[in-house]
């Protein structure tokens, strides 16, 4: 009989495994799971050197995976001012005038998190905070990610007087006069000014990034499909795991921009260390609602969201027939129905082969685009935490932009599984917070305990089973992986989440609250509570 390395006994074990879907033991050897079962038949695996770890009651699930996650970029992106708590253009003022008098000189005010219904369907203007800056330069990143607003020093730093061309849908916005508003829209016109911002030190960065991982295994994640277009993110990963390893498995995907070398970005599907690897190209055929960048079949209440990311979206079309060609997975932000309809027609007359192509966000989509999921095999790649920054009423900007129709089409995830399709779940960090259980629950109730806010589209609410799948056997499917993780099987990675209650029969509100015992990759410990097992 071969001797485990690690014995964790005593607790309830959700295999997620349909020959054995619960075991009270799992034995774990060379990083692999050995054995499932019972007490009794863990004693024949316990040797002098076997570590036993003793649940105390808890439940182990197999390690949960964040579907879409930014951590790279969060950890840049998330310094300075945390801007999520104002509600209105006064809290944002505020929180400036009191960051101005902190700033030295030469200094920039950067902030991220800021809600656009903070405006009030006002324009978002550098007029409403230039005079609280008092000459200082300010970047402040709006929540979707996708947008930010500039003060005037920063415009001039950057040499914006008017409006630019991009390869990409991008734009600084301008008044009715060709002033510039300090508004800028997706990624190249934010980048005229963020590349002007002093970096911080990369040794911090690399401290910072190692932090945020720990951080996330705390909350039971053990792996993460990160959406990063950092050029130095496959690098940070590296340095890290030069001093040790990585506490969360990551699977990265490059951007593909329009305009970018395709087979630059081919050639990193090769890359990879101990716990990271690049699976995946990532694409952007739209933008958000909020911005008026999504790509919708019918003009918003502005008349906006009508246009494809690409100028020319047969270019996309192009670029993803030769990645499938090649079997290289793709993975596309689609938000707009338009946009989903586009990036599933690229797929269905892209060559098949065995990987499953991915779509992120799909956030109004109608019925038939709906069953094609499944029937052309495409991943769903949703995060049930963002409805809950849409409001039941439709009160919120994004269901003004839409219309009632489209609004009561929100983050359809229910009617994704039942058509079907395989449907992986993340959070978006740092658009929405990167703990597990608050995507677990979101989720299961579409909002958040405690909040007060009615859910979001409830009929789309999944079953805790359905819920759990996300972040475990659908991650797994959704990365090409289900033999080697999603479930706690012989021959699986030993990846694993233990809490405190059963995931499956806690209600939300003791689920989001509940602690998470300890979390293990590759059998080892990631992280473990102060009160959690020995």
């Known amino acids: 009989m071969t001797i485990a390395e690690t014995l964790l006994v005593g607790g309830r074990v959700l295999t997620l495994d349909p020959v054995r879907p619960s075991a009270t033991a799992v034995a774990i050897k060379d990083g692999t799971i050995a054995w499932v079962g019972d007490a009794a038949g863990a004693r024949e695996w316990r040797g002098a050197r076997t570590t036993v770890i003793d649940l105390d009651g808890a439940t182990l699930t197999p390690g949960l995976v964040d579907g879409h996650t930014h951590p790279v970029s969060g950890v840049d992106a998330a310094g300075g001012l945390d801007l999520s708590g104002c509600r209105t253009v006064d809290d944002l003022r505020a929180a400036l005038a009191a960051a101005v008098r902190d ?118 994640l053990t792996g993460g499909h990160v959406m990063d277009g950092q050029p130095d993110a496959l690098a940070l990963a590296a340095e890290i795991e030069e001093d040790g390893d990585l506490p969360l498995r990551l699977r990265f995907a490059p951007w593909c921009m329009p305009g970018d070398d395709l087979d630059a970005v081919r050639a990193l599907q090769r890359e990879h260390g101990r716990r990271w690897s690049v699976g995946a190209v990532k694409f952007f055929v739209d933008g958000t609602v909020e911005g008026g960048t999504a790509w919708l079949e019918e003009p918003d209440c502005h008349g906006e969201n009508t246009d494809s990311f690409w100028r020319d979206p047969a270019e996309y079309t192009r670029a993803v027939h030769k990645l499938a060609a090649d079997g290289v997975q793709t993975v596309t932000h689609a938000i707009g129905d338009a946009a989903v309809k586009h990036a599933l027609d690229s797929l269905e007359t892209a060559e098949r082969t065995s990987v499953r192509h991915r779509i992120e966000h799909i956030e109004t989509v109608g019925r038939t685009q709906i069953d094609r999921f499944a029937s052309l095999g495409v991943v769903a790649s949703m995060q049930p935490a963002h409805c809950t920054y849409a409001r039941a009423d439709q009160s919120d900007g994004w269901s003004r932009r839409l219309g009632p129709e489209r609004a009561r089409r929100a983050w359809r995830c229910r009617d994704l599984r039942e058509a079907g399709a395989i449907l992986v779940l993340g959070s978006d960090w740092p658009v929405a917070h990167f703990d597990a259980r608050e995507t677990l629950v979101a989720a299961r109730i579409r909002t958040f305990p405690g909040s007060g806010a009615a859910p979001v589209n409830p009929a789309q609410a999944l079953t805790p089973r359905m819920a759990l799948e996300g972040m475990t056997t659908h991650a797994a499917l959704a990365a090409g992986e289900p033999s080697q993780t999603g479930r706690i099987t012989p021959g699986s990675r030993a990846d694993l989440t233990a809490f405190a209650v059963n995931p499956l029969r806690a209600t939300s509100s003791e689920l989001a609250d509940a602690p998470v015992r300890l979390t293990l990759v590759d059998g080892r410990l990631t992280h473990i509570a102060d009160d959690g097992p020995r």
């Open 103 to 220: 700033v030295g000189r030469g200094d920039w005010v950067e902030g991220h998190a800021l809600d656009h219904n903070v405006f009030g369907g006002r324009r978002i203007s550098r007029d409403l905070i230039d005079d609280v800056l008092d000459g200082v330069p300010a970047f402040l990143r709006l929540y979707d990610a996708h947008s930010a607003l500039a003060g005037s020093a920063a415009l001039e730093a950057a040499g914006i007087t008017g409006p630019r061309a991009f390869d990409q849908r991008a734009a600084v916005v301008c008044d009715a006069d060709g002033r510039p508003t300090g508004h800028l829209l997706e990624h190249a016109a934010m980048d005229l000014v963020r590349r002007l911002i002093p970096p911080a030190d990369r040794s911090a960065r690399r401290r910072r990034l190692l932090d945020l991982l720990a951080s996330m295994a705390a909350t039971g």
